[in-house]
């Protein structure tokens, strides 16, 4: 009978370090992966109300949008894209690619139209969105290509192309 209650202590505390182990497992932060090409692809978070507008030299107009927060999945699990977050508008040329790599050389400052983006700066909740607007004033004739660009410090960018056409 000793033999049996002896075992079964045994098996007992077996039990609860294998339990504990698993409580202590499961409670550890799951850290979020990189997914192949993180930074590189569009995350097309952003959204405007225009991508193409018309105007006379010298009239302004503001367009407006949002950043919307959205998820990648990675072996079937979903990810919150967040972080702190930069919005920058770059001249460039017409360019439909969803590869950073291929458009950024291309990226300039904005020539022969003013422009600016609010905010500038902002922190993305997981799940959040944040209101943009982009004010523009072409002070010449001709086709603009802009692009609006979001960059996280959590790696990920998002992009959208804004034509402006100004005569």
Do not use: C
């Not at 000793?2 to 409670?27: D, F």
């Not at 022969?112 to 905010?119: D, F, Q, T, Y």
């Amino acid at each position: 009978m000793e033999r049996i209650e002896a075992l079964l202590v045994v098996v007992g505390l077996l039990a609860l370090s294998v339990l504990g182990y698993a409580m202590t497992y499961n409670s550890q932060p799951r850290t979020q992966p990189v997914p192949p090409g993180f930074g590189n692809f569009n995350a097309k978070l952003i959204h405007l109300n225009a991508t193409s507008v018309h105007l006379k030299v010298g009239q302004s107009l503001t367009v407006k949008g949002e950043l919307a927060g959205g998820h990648y999945r990675i072996n079937g699990e979903e990810y919150p894209y967040y972080g702190r977050v930069s919005l920058i508008v770059y001249g460039g040329p017409a360019r439909d690619t969803p590869q950073w790599i291929a458009l950024e050389p291309h990226l300039t400052a904005p020539e022969g139209v003013a422009v600016s983006i609010l905010p500038e700066e902002f922190y993305l909740q997981p799940n959040g969105e944040e209101n943009i607007s982009v004010s523009i004033t072409p002070r010449k004739s001709g086709t603009f290509h802009l692009y609006v660009v979001a960059v996280s410090d959590q790696g990920w960018r998002a992009w959208v192309e804004l034509n402006v056409t100004a005569g």
